[in-house]
């Protein structure tokens, strides 16, 4: 689902960036904050951890939804699933896991990781860790690649509007959780990734799909977020990162790390090459061939 121009005029594209990312910054860090005031009340620490994680970003990510739905009524867009949504959800997915699988192939080569102490796995706890998961990402995408892309697209150009919204997303992530400067050039492949892909496929089923092919395979199948151990929701499988921070062994895994970059790297190469469909051409009109 993505944004697609249904008229001219509206706010100038610097001041929409600018707003979106002061926004998204705003909802980072009052979220974390809320939630540790929430905390200190006992009976709320008191609550199983899968269900603080899962109401917490229930909560954070519905604000960032909300978010996305002013900016597009200010920016007069309007959502669309993009070219053939049930070939696009699939292959977004395998694309994802394929995307962190050469990751961790590649922190494997450079021998930093090994198998981990591994938790039993809960059924309910993995099923909701996944649909968390997939609100979240979903969430992030209507943001940035559903709002924020097409408005500086049809303002600056194809190019230079997936550009700048990548950079907002590696600034917003950035910021609000990791300090390893590596995790910004990680951060912003992602960002051009997940981009180029809503802008072939004409909306956002691909890059949903991507982006949480990325974030399921990372934490919910292989176990290497957070790192190490395994979190709230379980995972199928436990690989710990250890080793030379460069390759993943530090606290931050793949966030910061040389594999993520060269795997990213790969994808995008690989994305260039998906046919644009006309969705694509009618989301950046005449600006988009710029």
Known sequence: MTVRATGQGGPHP???LVAALIAAMLIAYVGPMGLALLLAVPVVAALDPVLIEGAFNLIVFGV????????LRLT?????AGARPALALPAGLAAGLFAVGMALALSNLAGVVHAGNGAPLR???YGGGTL?????TGAEEFYFRGWLQPVLQRGWGRWAGIAATAGVFALVHFASAIADPLALPVLILAGLWFGILADRSGGLALPIAAHFGWNWGEGLVWGAAPNPGVGNFGSLFDLDLTGSALWGG????LDTSLSSLFALAAVIAMSVLWPASNASVRATGSAARG
Do not use: F, H, P
């Open 123 to 125: 059924v309910l706890a």
């Open 14 to 16: 610097a001041l929409v």
């Open 132 to 136: 968390v998961m997939l609100i979240q």
């Open 250 to 253: 530090g606290a931050d895994g």
């Open 64 to 71: 960032l939804s909300l978010a996305a739905l002013a900016g």
């Open 76 to 80: 007069r867009g309007q959502v669309s």
